[in-house]
């Protein structure tokens, strides 16, 4: 068979997952008279059978959503937890995940970047201390119209509460028991929440027909504190016959001092792509923000914080990426530039474990930056500097920071960093590079660049923040060669 006659857009297929490429995608190979055809699944895993959609056909492979898993891998063991679609991975062995994350990820970067002897520079494989539980922050949605995984039956005018059916933005799953990803007592305790707010006689939200009350559950986690913040996401409609009051007893009936405080949003934005959290905001309870601490470090986060999702791990990352730091000098008359900060936290690491180096962080979220310093001020930190501007326009408005910077910490988001800014950062002339990031593949795209002006490649550590699913981090050190 000719490749040009295998799928359609559209077409639901059964594939055999005989490899893993990066990202979470399976790969199914199709032999034909052309050679084999590859397949790409997301967030399969080599010797599933799958059922499958395709999404995408090009001439030498196709792409594709994962729709069930028919016959589970020899690698896949039984598990106490429910499957959702944000833990694809959960009945995989945590070594077995890392040692195909590893693989995958040093091939992908090596290619991209055009680093050849990408395990002359490999540097560490970090692993999360926690296998399981290990989120701070979980969403959790409501809708009219449930998926029962069991059947494959769509029920309409139901209250389901849990997590969308995979592929999917207008059913959802109920979460009958603990996922497996974040708090436990939690996610065993939402069962009767459901219950319970199915019983005010109040609708979930009807996405397709945007109408209905309950929209999401929030829940924000201190690790520290052993607390959980919880905002409820409602639409008006209907408003005036929720009591407030009764929910709020509820969850500390069941919940008790586990719970630090209680939002109520309502949110009539009937964009589904819309962030759930904006909207009319009221605290009902306790208080707005949680602490958590990092390398004895205190951070206030609010529900709408930025924070890395794994503390226990992020703390590992950062240790990782400060050592890189540190391998080098910084002079006392030299300043770290920590661009795209977010709440400041490794700058504040960095200025807490340094002897009176300058630490200036760069983000253009306001908030963001008005958290890194408040809690540099709880922290007692001093020599540190937050600035809210977009990085390439700071870059260019502080021609006066030329020659003075010792190393630039860089922690883009997930598309990297546009090329105008990035050289931006090149034209600083900085001796030393040490760059964060959630997404290899940009990362990558980046180290070409840097590689062309002058900087070489010295070490690269990946490190695995999300636990059963495709994601990786990964850390990578540079330093000038050439001026």
Known sequence: ??????????????????????????????????????????????????SAKITTKRKKHAEANLIDVIKRSEFETETQFQEISGG?????????????????????????????DIDSVFD???????????????????????????TGEELDEAFALGFKRRGTWWKV????????????????????IQDYLKNTNLPAWHPPKKTGFYRHIV???????????????????????????????????????????????????????????????KLLYGKPVVTEKLVDLSFEISMESFFQTNPACAELLYNKALEYVFEEEIKSDKVVLDLFCGTGTIGQILAKR?????????????EAIEDAKRNAQVNQLKGLEFFAADVGKFLKEKPELNGKIASIILDPPRAGIAPKTLQKVIDLGAENIVYISCNPST???DTDTLVQAGYELLKFSLADQFPHTGHIESIAKFKKTTT
Not at 175 to 186: A, H, I
């Open 1 to 50: 068979m000719s490749a040009t006659n295998l799928f359609n857009r559209g077409e639901i297929v059964e594939l055999e997952i005989v490899d893993y490429a990066f990202g979470g995608r399976g790969i199914a190979k199709i032999p034909t008279e052309d050679g084999n055809f590859i397949v790409f699944v997301d967030n399969s895993f080599p010797g599933q059978t799958v």
């Open 88 to 116: 694809p991975y959960v009945r995989i062995p945590l070594s077995i995940q890392g040692k195909y994350k590893q693989k995958s990820t040093l091939e992908t970067f090596s290619r991209l970047a055009g680093i050849k």
């Open 124 to 150: 560490s494989f970090i692993e999360s201390p926690q296998a399981y539980f290990y989120r701070n922050k979980m969403e959790y949605s409501f809708s009219s119209i449930e998926h029962v995984p069991e």
């Open 173 to 192: 799953e109920n979460l009958k028991k603990p996922s497996g990803l974040f708090d436990e007592q939690w996610e065993t305790f939402l069962t009767r």
């Open 219 to 281: 829940v924000r986690k201190s690790f520290y504190q052993n607390q959980l913040l919880i905002n409820l996401v409602t639409s008006s409609e209907g408003l005036e016959n929720f009591d407030r009051e009764s929910f709020v007893s509820f969850i500390l009936n069941g919940m008790g001092d586990r719970i630090a405080g209680i939002q109520h949003t309502i949110n009539d934005n009937v964009a589904d792509r819309a962030k759930i959290e904006n909207g009319d905001n």
């Open 354 to 366: 340094s002897n009176g180096i300058k630490v200036i962080g760069v983000d253009i979220v306001p």
């Open 443 to 445: 990362q990558a795209r």
